[in-house]
């Protein structure tokens, strides 16, 4: 009836505030296991960007350099919002196509057979949906996000302190803070940026198409409305490390490590 209906609602599904089942609650760990496990995966995980990074660097300055020489002398011929918009672009694209394709490189090989999720048949996603998926992909990737940056996203850089693209790379201590606060940042505004689509009233109206995959798979992570991706897809990552005044490839490197962790 109606009572169960609206029991089931407030236990769980496309609520802001699930709950489980008197009785059936997991014993939650102590606190002091929880901040001590996430301040080691903080650190972990800033280590590696500093390292990345600063591993990284010389590619990215030639790279930056050649979109930004003069097309007469081999370069792309970019000025700098047009450099940042490729970069944040190539970016963004080789992040999605790296960590999707290698999820299903894994999969075909059977490389993680063991920690693969038995679906039933209703949870396959049809070959209509993936279709659909990779076009609405293509269709931001190509042409969303590139507006985006271009026309919002490099004034934002700018308006916050960004340097230019070519400059150095702060010290390895400033770049671990940057990394941190910025991942904190973007977990948290991910976090709640996700309940708040889990209203009754925009998860039917904004969220409703993620959830057309009843059993995930890495392709789907993108697959929202124009609202939603607006809202966290892009903001989320952003905004972690916009107040920071960090260069450009602590941007990138950090808009990586994000959409990774996520």
Not at 95 to 122: H, I, Q, S
Request: proline share 6%.
């Amino acid at each position: 009836g109606l009572g169960d209906v609206y029991k089931r609602q407030r236990l769980g599904g496309a609520t802001f505030t699930p709950r489980m089942p008197e009785g059936q609650r997991p014993a939650y760990p102590s606190l002091f296991s929880v901040v001590r496990k996430t301040v080691a995966e903080f650190v972990r995980a800033g280590v590696i960007c500093v390292l990345l990074t600063q591993l990284a660097y010389p590619l990215y300055l030639d790279f930056v350099h050649y979109t930004m020489t003069n097309s007469s002398d081999g370069g792309l011929g970019l000025d700098e919002r047009g450099a940042f918009t490729l970069i944040a672009c190539l970016t963004h694209t080789l992040t999605y196509a790296l960590v999707c394709g290698g999820m299903e490189l894994m999969k075909a090989l059977g490389v993680w057979d063991k920690y693969v999720f038995r679906r039933l048949p209703y949870q396959v996603p049809k070959a209509s949906l993936i279709t659909r998926t990779l076009v609405l992909a293509t269709v931001g990737q190509l042409a969303i996000t590139p507006l985006l940056v271009w026309y919002n996203g490099y004034d934002l850089f700018k308006r916050f302190g960004m340097p230019a693209l070519d400059a150095p790379l702060p010290s390895p201590l400033e770049l671990l803070k940057c990394f941190t606060i910025a991942r904190l940042f973007n977990d948290w505004g991910f976090y709640w940026a996700h309940r708040i689509v889990h209203t009754p009233l925009l998860y039917k109206t904004i969220h409703k198409q993620h959830h057309s995959y009843t059993g995930s798979i890495a392709i789907s992570a993108e697959f929202a409305a124009f609202p939603e991706v607006c809202m966290y897809v892009l903001r989320a990552r952003a905004d972690g490390y916009l107040p920071y005044d960090c260069a450009c490839a602590c941007a990138c490197a950090c808009a990586c490590a994000c959409a990774c962790a996520c």
